[in-house]
């Protein structure tokens, strides 16, 4: 038996990314633009097809997704903060609406945003995902991205 099976690849290099970054725990956040750029420029994508936004925090990263994803610019958007637990249940509300609302946008607009916005109980968890022993969930997430692009084209085919 012979079955179909449709995927995406991680060659989408002529796509266009937009990258929404939240400015809150700046000192995680960076290396995760970091590595979120990196792995679209390993990846063929030209600085050209690449732009970044800068929010406060991961609250308002759906809004700008949302603006973004209306402007109709991108092939896939990458969202990129840090949400770290403290001691009030501020980070509950924060980490919940931005994933959330990211979420929402995608399918609302039929466009690819992936999740790059680290939601973790210390500082030393976070550092540990943006480059250390965890890996780099903005690299995670642009290689995500990547592939939906690819995805995308194949299903809309
Ligand atoms: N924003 C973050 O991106 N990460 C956090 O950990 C965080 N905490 O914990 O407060 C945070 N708060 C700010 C929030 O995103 C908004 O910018 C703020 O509430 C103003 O709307």
């Known amino acids: ?13 002529d796509g266009k990314y937009a990258i929404v970054v939240g400015r809150f725990n700046a000192f995680v956040v960076e290396s995760l633009l970091e590595g979120a750029l ?10 050209d097809n690449v732009r970044i936004i800068r929010v ?17 610019k991108d092939d896939a958007i990458i969202a990129l903060g840090a949400v770290i637990r ?19 946008v995608m399918m609302d607009y039929d466009l690819p945003v992936a999740n790059g916005i680290l939601t973790v109980n210390s500082i030393e968890q976070a550092v ?30």
């Open 1 to 13: 038996m012979s079955v179909q099976t449709v995927e995406g690849d991680f060659v989408s290099a």
């Open 56 to 72: 406060p925090g991961a609250f308002e990263i759906p809004l700008a997704v949302k603006k973004i994803a209306g402007q109709k």
């Open 128 to 157: 540990e995902r943006s480059g250390t022993k965890a890996g780099n969930k903005g690299a995670e997430a642009a290689m995500s991205a990547l592939e939906m692009v690819s995805l995308m084209r194949r299903l809309e085919a």
């Open 86 to 104: 403290g001691g009030t249940p501020h980070f509950e509300y924060v980490s919940a609406e931005s994933s959330k609302g990211i979420a929402q």
């Open 38 to 47: 990196d792995t679209l420029k390993r990846h063929g994508v030209s600085e």
